[in-house]
């Protein structure tokens, strides 16, 4: 049996959420108004890269999916994961047990509980920047941060109070306006 895990985040790092990130609510918002975001799961895009990155560590490594997408999502994304060709051994999805746990610390106990069952994490793939250096941080596994997407203007202030130690101001090669780089 394989005891070495790759962790890996889903939205963002492994499907495209760009095409729903306008249904996106504001960090902190209720549960309920996240329903219209996660519902829309289903046509996201795969991201390719990551998706061949996954197919090839599979051979040598466990896959473990963990992400902040609910529970009730499961069929929808267990379909989506199949029709992309996505392996992975087990799926951790978002429960109501989890509430009110940031993105970010839900992660490191999903890390923890595989180390208590004998599992022998070693890396993490995540999109987020935010939840990449919590991780880090914390010395609990190396993060590859994939696609840090959640490129804002700095006039679009969602979510920086929430998380400053994450954003980085970086030049827009394409208009040079700038742009901070964060979480929608």
Same mark, same amino acid.
């Given at each position: 049996?394989?005891?070495?895990?790759?962790?890996?985040?889903?939205?963002?790092?492994?499907?495209?959420?760009?095409?729903?990130?306008?249904?996106?609510?504001?960090?902190?918002?209720?549960?309920?108004?996240?329903?219209?975001?996660?519902?829309?799961?289903?046509?996201?895009?795969?991201?390719?890269?990551?998706?061949?990155?996954?197919?090839?560590?599979?051979?040598?490594?466990?896959?473990?999916?963990?992400?902040?997408?609910?529970?009730?999502?499961?069929?929808?994304?267990?379909?989506?994961?199949?029709?992309?060709?996505?392996?992975?051994?087990?799926?951790?999805?978002?429960?109501?047990?989890?509430?009110?746990?940031?993105?970010?610390?839900?992660?490191?106990?999903?890390? $923890?509980?595989?180390?208590?069952?004998?599992?022998?994490?070693?890396?993490?793939? $995540?999109?987020?920047?935010?939840?990449?250096?919590?991780? $880090? $941080?914390?010395?609990?596994?190396?993060?590859?941060?994939?696609?840090?997407?959640?490129?804002? #203007? #700095?006039?679009?202030?969602?979510?920086?109070?929430?998380?400053?130690?994450?954003?980085?101001?970086?030049?827009?090669?394409?208009?040079?306006?700038?742009?901070?780089?964060?979480?929608?």
């Amino acid at each position: 049996m394989k005891t070495r895990v790759i962790c890996v985040d889903l939205d963002g790092t492994l499907s495209d959420e760009n095409e729903r990130r306008h249904l996106r609510p504001a960090a902190g918002s209720p549960l309920s108004l996240w329903a219209n975001f996660h519902e829309a799961c289903g046509q996201d895009r795969p991201l390719l890269s990551v998706v061949i990155l996954i197919q090839a560590l599979a051979t040598d490594f466990q896959i473990h999916i963990i992400s902040g997408r609910w529970e009730k999502m499961r069929p929808t994304t267990e379909a989506w994961l199949a029709r992309h060709h996505v392996p992975y051994d087990a799926l951790r999805l978002y429960t109501p047990a989890d509430t009110p746990a940031k993105n970010y610390t839900y992660k490191v106990c999903y890390v $923890e509980q595989l180390r208590a069952q004998g599992l022998n994490p070693i890396l993490f793939i $995540e999109n987020e920047p935010i939840t990449a250096q919590y991780i $880090e $941080e914390r010395g609990i596994l190396p993060v590859l941060c994939v696609q840090p997407g959640y490129i804002v #203007t #700095t006039d679009t202030p969602q979510h920086a109070s929430d998380m400053p130690d994450a954003y980085r101001a970086c030049p827009d090669r394409l208009s040079g306006t700038k742009q901070t780089i964060g979480r929608y």
